[in-house]
């Protein structure tokens, strides 16, 4: 008789997901956590079963763009796959963007909104590329105080009708420079009937969307960022048609294939100023920092999607005599992962609790500092460790990890952009930098990591509270010696960022690790820590800017 091997399957993915349920248990008053459980265990059977198995189905299924009806006239329609059409009204309807704006569990808000969008986005095929440009723009309206934006859009963006939900782009990129937007193109004309756009944007990922919020340059303004503006812009007219847009193209990627990621034309867009003619850039701080945490989020939700596959996988999988999940190296590699989700996890939701205290104004003065640097550390480290782990996890499944109607590559390729949306790690590190400009960041951090160790109590956490102190020391010494040559501080900063987030990640481990020791939520926490330990979380090198140079010349 042939042999034919079973494929992955999933369960409720709130039920299997002890990191989530002990966290929230945790994190959540009691109350607040009972009257969402039902609502977390719902989405959780949807993610794990409708949904994943649509997903599956609905593999092949990509944007198709027609830019031209049948008698001549141009339409730029874009037909995205059946899934994002359930998907949008799912989001609506969960409220996995009013939630956060209901503002019913107060600064507790964030928390809510993002278990909720962790639990069911791993199986929505990257639905939540709008949904994080969505929510930006609805808390940047919010934010810049633009009374008249605010009663036109957020109504719409907020909403939990699918008949009158937005979703909304967010138009940055040009061919002159993604990072650098301040090489920004597009000018902005006033005339007869208000301000119109003139350029091209070479990356606009939700182009279906019904708005927009796009940079440009006012015409006189000078040259860099101080120059830009941010506008605000609706799609379509009342007429349905095409407000001065043309989409060129889709973009071909290696991954995000569902997301409508186009180049446009802007010729004559009419547009509103959200904030002044000046300072774009500036005014878009609100926007980075929900899309950021968002970003970091997906990092977490990616790679617990892959290792819930990976480890029901190794327990159909027998290989020499034995599943894989009773062969000692395959249980290793896969509890390395484990601890890398683990930390990312943590780190992820700590930005996210943040995000909620400053929105809600219930931060104190060093959460606040504290914002700035961890946003930046979650959505970086988070990056590099969703890239790592979906790969070994392709690698787990051997030859069918590489064959696309598995569904397992389809992870990995997904997980490359999060090191790449809302500014690279390189980026990201560089902005870390900035952030400890403002005084206080730093100093925050390392408090807020000391006391998180200091609550560590069972000897099998001794080693991890060390590396940590030790790796928090080594990285005050690099930079402080480091100021001393800028070079030196920009070709370390990589490594520098990525300690502080590694570090901090296992200063929240260790705190989950005990807590869960003592409410029995029982070791599985502190095994975790005690693996990110050994994975490693000092990157600081003793590399000077001399040999860096060396190596990378041709």
């Known amino acids: 008789m042939s042999f034919f091997q079973d494929p992955p399957r999933l369960g409720n993915q709130y039920d299997d997901d002890a990191l989530l349920r002990s966290y929230l248990d945790r994190s959540l008053p009691q109350e607040m956590k009972a009257g969402l459980e039902d609502e977390f265990r719902e989405l959780g059977e949807l993610s794990g079963g409708y949904f994943y198995e649509f997903q599956l189905r609905d593999r092949l299924n990509e944007p198709e763009l027609t830019q031209w009806n049948a008698w001549g006239h141009r339409v730029d329609h874009i037909e995205v796959s059946p899934l994002w059409k359930e998907a949008e009204a799912l989001t609506a309807k969960r409220g996995l963007v009013a939630v956060a704006y209901e503002q019913k569990h107060g600064d507790r808000s964030r928390l809510h909104q993002f278990a909720l969008n962790y639990l069911i986005q791993p199986s929505l095929d990257i639905y939540s590329c709008p949904l994080a440009m969505t929510d930006g723009a609805a808390r940047t309206l919010l934010s810049l105080d633009n009374p008249e934006l605010v009663a036109r859009a957020l ?38 009937e208000g301000w119109r756009l003139y350029g091209t944007k070479w990356f606009t990922s939700a182009t279906t969307a019904q708005m927009a919020l796009t940079l440009a340059r006012p015409e006189g303004n000078g040259a860099g960022g101080k120059g830009l503006a941010l506008f605000f812009v609706e799609t379509r007219g009342a007429d349905g048609r095409m407000n001065g847009i043309q989409i060129n193209r889709l973009k071909d990627k290696l991954g995000t294939r569902k997301v409508p990621t186009a180049e446009l034309t802007l010729d004559g867009a009419l547009a509103v100023p959200v904030a002044g003619l000046t300072d774009g850039i500036r005014n878009m701080a609100s926007m980075l920092n929900v899309t950021r945490t968002w970003n970091a989020v997906a990092s977490t939700w990616m790679m617990r999607r892959a290792l819930a596959l990976a480890r029901d996988f190794a327990k159909r999988r027998v290989q020499f005599g034995a599943p894989l999940s009773e062969k000692p190296l395959h249980v290793d590699t896969l509890a390395g992962l484990e601890a890398e989700f683990h930390g990312g996890f943590l780190l992820a939701f700590r930005a996210a609790e943040l995000l909620g205290k400053m929105e809600a104004r219930t931060a104190t003065e060093e959460e606040l500092l504290l914002q700035r640097l961890v946003t930046p550390l979650a959505k970086l480290t988070t990056g590099r460790q969703t890239v790592h782990v979906t790969s070994e996890v392709v690698e787990s499944f051997g030859g069918a990890g590489y064959v696309e109607d598995t569904g397992v590559p389809r992870l990995l390729a997904d997980a490359q952009v999060l ?52 790796a928090l020391e080594k990285a005050r010494v690099w930079v402080t010696k480091a100021m001393e040559n800028p070079a030196a501080v920009e070709a370390g900063a990589r490594r520098f960022a990525l300690t502080l987030g590694r570090t901090y990640e296992l200063a929240l481990l260790v705190e989950h690790a005990q807590w869960c020791l003592e409410h029995g939520h029982g070791p599985r926490a502190m095994a975790a820590a005690r693996r990110l330990t050994r994975n490693g979380v000092d990157l600081i090198a003793d590399m000077d800017l001399d040999d860096a140079k060396l190596l990378a010349s041709p």
Not at 447 to 461: H, M, P, Q, S, V
Request: charged residues 20%; without cysteine.
């Open 155 to 192: 109504p719409h963006l907020t909403s939990r009708d699918p008949a009158t939900f937005w979703t909304s782009g967010q138009w940055m990129t040009e061919r002159t420079g993604g990072s650098d937007v301040g090489l920004t193109q597009t000018v902005a004309r006033q005339g007869p």
């Open 419 to 470: 090191s790449i949306w809302e500014g690279t790690t390189n980026v990201l590190s560089l902005d870390t930098l900035r952030a400890m400009a403002k005084a206080g960041s730093l100093e925050a951090l390392y408090a807020d990591a000391e006391r998180r160790l200091a609550t560590a109590k069972d000897a099998g956490l001794r080693p991890s509270v060390a590396a940590a102190q030790d």
